[in-house]
């Protein structure tokens, strides 16, 4: 009965060789009962860089409109696109300007960034409802069904997985979590961004 | 960059949306109106469904309340089309709507609101339908209800629902989900207001 169960859903994100992918469940219910099969919890930031939202769904809305106004601000003063790590401290900032009366949603995020010579390096990270960041090597996991996802993740991630592979891997784990947790599933969306592109695929999955 | 969500799968629909509500006004166990009006139509295109949220305390779901906040969306949408000239698109007026909601929710007295609302887009030629509930929660959909009726008139449009059905047969998945409601709920209601969204405006139907 917390509050951060009221809607359900769960988002995942996991690191590969030069790429990286995030995916989220489809559900949006009020408790028990199922109200849409087609929510959006997963927003692209800038071309390389993904923020999902389990949580509150109310929060999912408002805190995505804030950010969106908190990254135009940033990008027109700066004149450049955000890069992954400074976005994270913004998604992390925002939500602990609300430290005592916080948005009901644990942020995860994943981009790649470029460096100085040339290479991609893959980034992900995941916070807290009051925005305690989580720099993760591997995977990060939110939602619902974020101690299924957990077993599931640490059973089947593997590191420097190619794009179709990390495809694979994400999707099995995000899957086999969500069919066993009540609140999330109904669907699923996955996108893995590489360096030249993003691939975003639409899984079906339990209707139940 | 060039992204845009999935499309959602129940596209392309007919050019119409039916929005029914009963008609009691209720306080506790008492009825105290059977002719109320829940469907507010807030512009040409564009259907309002308030109620209040099932099973919170009387103190919190003041029927004033619904009434209340149903006034001041109508008020300000009709403002936006004087001002402008033109009325607000079904996704903007959902918008504002729930934001008004959203920050309704973390001040010291929320609305207790559940809506639902249902618009034709005059520009894309297409129907919308958003539920919307007393916490800001946001989403389209295909079909919705609220209410203890839901429970049961959300099963049925999962089996019967059709998004190429044509207008009678609309009304007639309608009338199976008032009938289960009429058989199965404990104090059903009596009397539904049916009002239909177009190419054509608003009208109220008689089922």
């Not at chain 2, 295109?45 to 004033?64: N, T, V, W």
């Not at chain 2, 402008?84 to 934001?99: C, D, F, G, Q, V």
């Not at chain 2, 199976?176 to 404990?186: A, F, G, H, T």
Request: net charge neutral; proline share 5%.
């Amino acid at each position: 009965m917390s509050i951060m169960d009221q809607n359900g859903g769960s988002v995942i994100a996991m690191v590969g060789k030069e790429c990286v992918a995030i995916a989220s469940d489809l559900r949006m219910g009020n408790q028990a009962l199922g109200i849409s099969s087609n929510f959006q919890r997963i927003f692209p930031v800038t071309d390389r860089i993904f923020l999902g939202m389990p949580g509150l769904a109310t929060d999912v809305t408002t805190l995505h409109e804030r950010l969106r106004f908190r990254l135009n601000m940033y990008t027109i003063k700066e004149e450049r696109e955000i890069a992954p790590e400074t976005f994270a401290h913004l998604v992390s900032s925002t939500l602990y300007e609300h430290r005592f009366g916080p948005y009901f949603i644990e942020p995860v995020m994943a981009g790649i960034s470029k460096t100085p010579t040339g290479k991609y390096k893959p980034f992900i990270a995941a916070t807290d409802l009051i925005g305690c960041l989580n720099f993760a090597k591997d995977f990060v996991v939110a939602g619902t069904a974020s101690s299924k996802l957990y077993g599931v993740a640490e059973g089947l991630w593997e590191p420097d997985l190619e794009p179709e592979d990390l495809f694979e891997t994400i999707s099995q784990t995000l899957m086999n979590a969500v069919d066993r947790d009540a609140f999330s599933g109904w669907g699923c969306i996955v996108h893995v961004i590489t360096k030249d592109k993003v691939i975003t695929r639409t899984l079906k999955g339990r209707m139940d | 960059m060039q992204y845009s969500f999935i499309e959602p799968p129940w596209r392309p629909r007919k050019g119409y949306l039916i929005m029914a509500a009963d008609t009691t006004a209720a306080r506790s166990i008492v009825k105290m109106k059977v002719d109320e009006d829940k469907i507010k139509t807030l512009s040409p295109h564009l259907l309002m469904a308030y109620s209040g949220e099932p099973g919170k305390s009387l103190s919190l779901k003041d029927p004033r309340d619904t009434v209340q906040f149903a006034e001041y969306v109508e008020r300000n949408i009709r403002l936006y089309q004087i001002r402008n000239l033109y009325p607000l698109r079904p996704a903007a007026a959902a918008s504002w709507i729930r934001r008004a909601l959203a920050d309704s929710i973390r001040s010291r007295k929320p609305y207790v609101v559940n809506l639902l609302l249902g618009g034709y887009d005059t520009a894309t030629h297409e129907p919308h339908l958003y539920w919307v509930d007393y916490l800001g929660t946001m989403t389209e959909v295909p079909f919705a209800a609220h209410g203890y009726g839901a429970y049961f008139a959300l099963s049925l449009l999962d089996r019967y629902h059709n998004p190429e059905a044509t207008l009678e047969e609309g009304l007639e998945t309608l009338k199976r989900c008032l009938d289960e409601v009429s058989k199965r709920l404990v104090v059903s209601p009596s009397k539904y207001k049916v009002k239909i969204v177009d190419k054509d405006g608003v009208r109220e139907i008689e089922l």
